[in-house]
């Protein structure tokens, strides 16, 4: 008996509306800056988690791509980075800090109330000092914005490999 394998065929990749960088490179030479300047002070598996999690909600394939990647390439574990779209029902697999963090993000991610809840704020105040917070709040923000240049320009995921800049 002879077996062929068979390989699926996928849908074609979408076209890029829009190659923002070229366009606005003032733009995304800032936003390159002001995400380095995000960046630090912050654990770099926790800024991970945050990019991820935002990326999810913001449906942002691209930025799912890198942050997967990065966290991967740095250590993170593949069970972790998976429950994260469940990780109200996965606590368990993350610190307290993280779930600070990670609720956090949602609520600033997804403003769909007008505000962050002043329990979600409090909480994220208690596991970070204010200088960390201060950091934490511009990266959910910063990957955010790369979140909507990647939805709205319809950049395709697949490409990236870790260590390169968006």
Known sequence: MTTTATHPTYAPEPPVRLEWAEHAPEVYKAMIRLDAAARKGLDPTL????NIRASQLNHCALCLDM???????????V??????????ESRHFYTERELAALE????????TDGFVPDEVYATAAEHFG???LAQLIAAITVINAWNRFGVT???AP???TPGQHA
């Open 153 to 155: 320009c319809r950049r």
């Open 79 to 88: 069970e972790r980075i998976v429950q994260l779209s469940a990780w109200e």
């Open 130 to 132: 204010e200088a960390e």
């Open 67 to 77: 942050h997967t990647k990065d966290a991967l390439a740095a250590g993170e574990s």
């Open 158 to 160: 697949g490409h990236y």
């Open 47 to 50: 800024r991970e988690l945050v």
């Open 104 to 111: 956090l993000t949602e609520a600033v991610t997804v403003l």
